[in-house]
């Protein structure tokens, strides 16, 4: 069976779409509130979603995302309460979902359990932000054996060999770091971004996915252009943060990807 990431991308690159990606993190501010987040990114127009497992030292994410991380660590979100979540969620959704994290809860979790666990619950794909794809070996042996991918990030300071490693051994699409430090909303990016996403694909055939401070409906049509998808993250939690109440929370948080995806198939 195809992998439903594969099915995705395919499906939207026929239709002459592009993928939005937005990211979450699972337990802020509970894990009943991030289901019904889920519910209404793929409402509102999300492709394929990206679920973060909290962790108390996400040395790729900035503040935002660190908060967020913090709130769901105080609520008990644990990586079993999370399956679970994606389990009932799998229900009634076939929207795929990459479960996003840090080596340390994975491995601590064991490798095997997580990509035989994790396939069990409905998930299609790992990342895992602090694993180079050198190291990645034992990950990749428990997640190839499931059908999960294991997808690897670029940045500007890749080069041709990493470019070229990251082709071979990731799955999926590659995700594309925007801008180098952390995550984070930006006010504008470097006009080679264009450039340097066209330099990766003389030497990959996944689809590139950029992310990495995506903040506005603009930014995401402009990377939309010249990317297979945009991944947004930072931003759809500022609008959280912003919002009084759980329910107002999801309601804004689906209109903001709906004017995402709007923008990226060209609307307004």
Known sequence: MMNRIDQKFSTLRHC?????IPFVTAGDPDL??????????EQSGADLIELGVPFSDPMADGPTIQRSSERALKH???LPRILEMVHEFRRDSETPLILFGYY???LCYGLRRL???GRASGLDGVLCV???PEESGELK????????????????????GRIRLVAREGGGFIYYVSVTGVTGARRRFEARLRAQVAHVRRYASLPIGV???????????WISSFSDAVVVGSALIDVMERADGKREKVKRIGRFVASLKRAMNGGS
């Open 16 to 20: 002459g779409e592009k993928v939005l």
């Open 32 to 41: 009943t509130t991030t289901l019904e987040i889920l519910r209404i990114l």
């Open 76 to 78: 008990g979100t644990s």
């Open 104 to 106: 340390n809860p994975f």
């Open 115 to 117: 990509a035989e666990e």
């Open 130 to 132: 602090d694993l180079p």
């Open 141 to 160: 042996r428990w997640t190839s054996a499931e059908g999960l991918h294991n997808i690897f990030l670029l940045s500007p300071t890749s080069d041709v």
């Open 211 to 221: 992310g990495f401070g995506i903040s506005t409906p603009q930014q995401a049509a």
